[in-house]
Each structure stands twice: as structure tokens, then as C-alpha cells.
């Protein structure tokens, strides 16, 4: 997967050293973006062409763009790491890829190839790869947070797919993604709001799906939680996952539960690292529907000994509480959560390259 495909349109005017090196010593989360960014288009009749890295900057966007009106959007989120020998790698990033053909198909948007997807990653930090932050430590979980986006860009306002469509990746110098570390966080429990329903949408990474979110987050903010958890459409009983993380139950018994995989549930990336890594740790994965009938009652009788969330900005960490207006769902017995912190430092140090890749997860990008 070269990058020669993509013609280098050099910023003018790039960052300065000092300035960027304030940015990586406390960079946040999505606040600031690199020099450039990948972009290649899409039309019904040229198919992707115009391979290239440019200067980061805006859009021009024709106000009647279908995207503005239709959401016809679909994105990824991916990590790019910095090893101590000062290469860059990230991880699994042909499953990204994967998902987003999945979210493409969902969104009636052209599937991209995964030459194109992980060489624009590649093209794109083969100019940025200054701005991927350098770990001062092992506790330092920083990164450069890579985002790819297709947006639906030709002027029409009938109701139809798309026939021009452009790809972007931009990147965003990132810390960790909770500020209090592997604290455990508060959880609210969305009583009303959905986040999807069979045949939908929620398989796939697609804005709408997070415009849909925000009301109940709203909600969570407002009861002092950070993320909200959703239960299914249909029977308002079983439990599907946060707003931007998968949810996994320790048992007592060894045993480790994720929701099984739906139509709405997004596939997380570190959800199935999360299943392969707790089989080597001697765990015994299951996917299953879980309701909040065995949340509640697991967590009170002591059978449930931890909660944790997944995803790629988080990694993972613990739930401390499930919070609605009705209850609070804590945990019998606080045992530190040992499972979850234990499948976390494995997670960090494979991605950080700590650890050897006995899976083969690591792609290396500079
Ligand atoms: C709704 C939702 N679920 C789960 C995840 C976790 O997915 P991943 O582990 O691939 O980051 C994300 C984040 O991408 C998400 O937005």
C-alpha cells in the first residue's frame, strides 16, 4: 500500500516548531489539526481520482451540498502511535477499513478500497508525523487521533445517493481521552432517547447517529455522567452500548459478556481485540444479548464483578455506576477493577509497542 499515489500539495505556511511543541505538551482532544490533509474524490462517472495531501484548511461547500441536508456522512476513528524507537505504527487498521465499506453501503456512499484507505493514512503522516506526540512515560496515552470522513458533496437537493463524494482524513493531536485516567465513570441510563432500531443505521459510523445521541448526552451531562448508555428499540430491556464505547460484564466466574453484535451495534475495534485478548488472559468471552435485568441484579448479588467501556479514544475503562432517574446501579464490592486494568496495559503496550504483536495488529505508518 504506497503512497505515491497521493501528489504531496506542501502547506506554505506550516506550524510553527515552538507552537506545535506547546500543542503536543497539552493537546487535548479534537482541539487542534495538523499542517495537512488526504483527500480523494469521488464521481459516478470518474470513480475515486485526484489522490492527494493538501494543506489542512476549510471546505467550500455549495450551500445546497446533499451532506448538509441529508446527512449522507459516514467517518472512522483510528490512532497513530509513537514507538520509543520513534517509528509510528497504528492498529488493526484494516478493520477501519472494513467498516467503513460497511457504513458506506449503509449510507448508499462508493466503497473505498483499503490501498486508498490505509495509503492516505500513510501519505497523510508522511508529512505530519511531527505532530504525533512522543509518550513521556507509560502513563502518558497520547496520540495523533486520525479521523477519515466521506461527505456527499454534490449540489442537488433531490433525495437520491450522492453522485460526487469527497474523503478526507484529518488528524488531531490527542492525550487521553477521560481526564481522570482508569477512574471509574459514571454511566447514564437513556430512558427515553434511542440511539437505534432494527434496519437502521447503528451498525454503521455515521453522523446521524450521533446528532441522534446528543439529547440524551445532554441529559447525561446534566446528571453528572460523561457518557450515556442505550438499551435496545424494541423491548426497551436489553442493553446495545454507550454513545461512543462498547460495554463488557466481568463474572465472577471467569466469564467476560459483550452485547452480541447486531444491526444496532457498532463493531468496536477494541471490542473484538478486547474478546481475543481476555481469551489469552484465561477469560472465557461471550457474546450474548444482556439485559439490564442481569446488570441490576449481577451487580447487587456480587456475580458481576466488574464494568468496562471500549473504544479506540477511551481504550478502556471502568463503569462505576449506571445511573437513571429511577435507580443507581452500583457494584456490590469495589475490587478495583484488576480485569479491566489488566486488558487495558496489555492493549496500551501491544499499541504502543511495548509488547510483542503476536497477532499481528500493528501496521507501521512512518
Ligand atoms: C457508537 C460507538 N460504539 C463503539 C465504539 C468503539 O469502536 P472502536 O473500538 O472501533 O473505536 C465507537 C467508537 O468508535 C462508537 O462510536
Known sequence: MSTEH???????????????????????????????????RWTLDGDWHGHSVRPYGPLTLDPAAAVLHYAQEIFEGIKAYRHADGSIWTFRPEKNAERFRRS???LALPELSDADFIGSLKALLSQDHAWVPTPQGEADECSLYLRPFMIASETFLGVRPAQEVDYYVIASPAAAYFK?????VSIWLSEHYKRAAPGGTGFAKCGGNYAASLAAQKEASANGCGQVAFLDAVENQWIEELGGMNLFFVYQDGRIATPRLTDTILEGITRDSVLTLARD????PEERPISIAEWREGAANGEITEVFACGTAAVITPVGELVSDQERIRLAGDNGNPIAKRLR??????????????????TRLV
Do not use: C
Open 345 to 362: 496495559t496489555k492493549l496500551l503496550d501491544l499499541q504502543y509497542g511495548r509488547a510483542e504483536d503476536t497477532h499481528g495488529w500493528l
Open 281 to 284: 488472559e484465561g477469560l472465557t
Open 104 to 106: 458506506a453501503r449503509r
Open 180 to 184: 481522570g485516567g482508569i477512574e471509574p
Open 6 to 40: 497521493f501528489e504531496l500539495l506542501p502547506n506554505a505556511a506550516p506550524t510553527a516548531t515552538n507552537i506545535r511543541e506547546d500543542i503536543l505538551a497539552s493537546p487535548g482532544f479534537g482541539q487542534y489539526f495538523t499542517d495537512h490533509m488526504a483527500h480523494v
